[in-house]
């Protein structure tokens, strides 16, 4: 039994966020970006308790945050910080489910890492009284490796994406015929530098006609010179990559009509390509290993995928029970925690025309079939009973 225990009934942290929507409400069972959403998903047994309840000295309590999508405002708020520093007990919990852990951050005076580190220190109350669970898989080493008050913290990873996904996965029909088969689908929705560079790289060789494309929501802001080393192949001068991007939202891209709605896929897009070339919010060692509803959708449609994501994502795949396609795909480009070479490598890859064979299909349709039974559920219950 988890004991959750919060500061009073009428202690509503949201009422400081209604502008920014900077905290959320951790005992929301509708919101699949909350700690009760998840312990609902999996089962997990909890109470609420209150301060004004009384604590019990033989019992450990957690109380809970629920990180949003910027900042700290409950920390700013919340008064009672003495119960936490002077309980042994009573630990802080931070939940984050959203996929932009940013390690480097807490070095910074505008990241949110830094601003936890402040009220902390502020109220002083221990690094190690913190308890944090988020999606970056490698959260336990990640912490470690950035150094400082984040190795003092305990961190949790666990793939939280993959049950948000199975919960809200949806399948939807187009209103019109795909006329032309593709041989790869690639759905790209806030275009991230990766992206780009990927798109890039489809039309410097000649890759691109042979996709179904998408490319929904382009920023203004042009990769700096140190994103360009990242992913140059082949002594790219960076300035082609700049005229490269001038034009891209003028380029005739596959119309995707909302399909890169996070959980929602269309059947025609799967059904007229072989398989799917995924760009995950992530690549090589650059934050945490996330592997998100980009990765889940093709599972859930029974396609086969190759993946430009963080290093060793399909090695955790394997773990969690999924099959890849060493078949069909050259996966050394999971070992490597270069970017420019992931992509290299991916890039060949793209270069020839595939058969998906009978077996290929099988395969599919067990990774589909695995995700659907949600094995990993028990999985992540007991990492979390073993952590709390």
């Not at 996966?331 to 991916?346: C, F, G, H, R, V």
């Not at 099988?362 to 659907?372: A, G, I, L, T, V």
């Amino acid at each position: 039994m988890l004991n959750f225990i919060y500061p009073d009934r009428d202690f509503d942290l949201v009422q400081y966020s209604k502008a920014t929507a900077r905290v959320e409400d951790p005992f929301s069972v509708r919101n699949n970006r909350s700690i009760a959403w998840l312990l609902r998903q999996i089962n997990f047994p909890y109470t609420i308790n209150f301060f004004s309840e009384g604590i019990s000295q033989d019992t450990k309590y957690y109380l809970p945050i629920n990180f949003g999508n910027h900042g700290w405002d409950f920390l700013e708020h919340f008064n009672d910080w003495n119960i936490i520093r002077e309980n042994k007990n009573i630990f802080l919990l931070i939940y984050y489910a959203p996929e932009s852990i940013i390690w480097e951050s807490y070095r910074k005076s505008t990241g949110w890492f830094f601003e936890l580190k402040k009220y902390l220190d502020k109220n002083s109350v221990p690094y190690n009284k913190v308890k944090f669970i988020c999606g970056d898989i490698d959260a336990k080493n990640n912490s470690k490796k950035a150094g400082g008050f984040l190795s003092k913290i305990d961190f949790l990873g666990i793939n939280i994406f993959e049950l948000i996904h199975w919960s809200d996965h949806e399948v939807r029909h187009l209103n019109k015929d795909i006329l032309d088969k593709k041989e790869f689908l690639c759905l790209n929705h806030l275009m991230r530098d990766n992206r780009k560079y990927m798109l890039y790289y489809l039309k410097k060789y000649d890759i691109f006609k042979n996709g179904m494309i998408s490319a929904v929501k382009w920023d203004q802001n042009n990769p700096t010179e140190i994103a360009h080393e990242a992913f140059n192949i082949d002594n790219t001068e960076y300035q082609d990559v700049l005229n490269y991007l001038k034009t891209e939202q003028s380029l005739e891209i596959f119309p995707e009509e909302q399909g890169n709605i996070v959980c929602r896929s269309y059947y025609e897009y799967y059904k007229n390509t072989k398989y799917s070339l995924v760009t995950e919010t992530f690549f090589g060692e650059r934050a945490g290993k996330f592997i998100t509803e980009k990765t889940y959708k093709p599972i859930s449609m029974g396609h086969p995928f190759i993946i430009f994501g963080p290093t060793g994502i399909l090695k955790q795949l394997k773990e969690d029970g999924y099959e890849t396609f060493p078949e069909l795909f050259d996966e050394s480009y999971d070992n490597y925690t270069s970017p420019a070479k992931q992509l290299e490598i991916i890039l060949n890859n793209l270069k020839e025309p595939k058969i998906i064979t009978e077996e290929i299909l099988e395969k599919c349709q067990r990774n589909k079939e695995h995700f659907f039974k949600q094995s990993t559920k028990e999985k992540i219950k007991k990492i979390l009973k073993d952590f709390l």
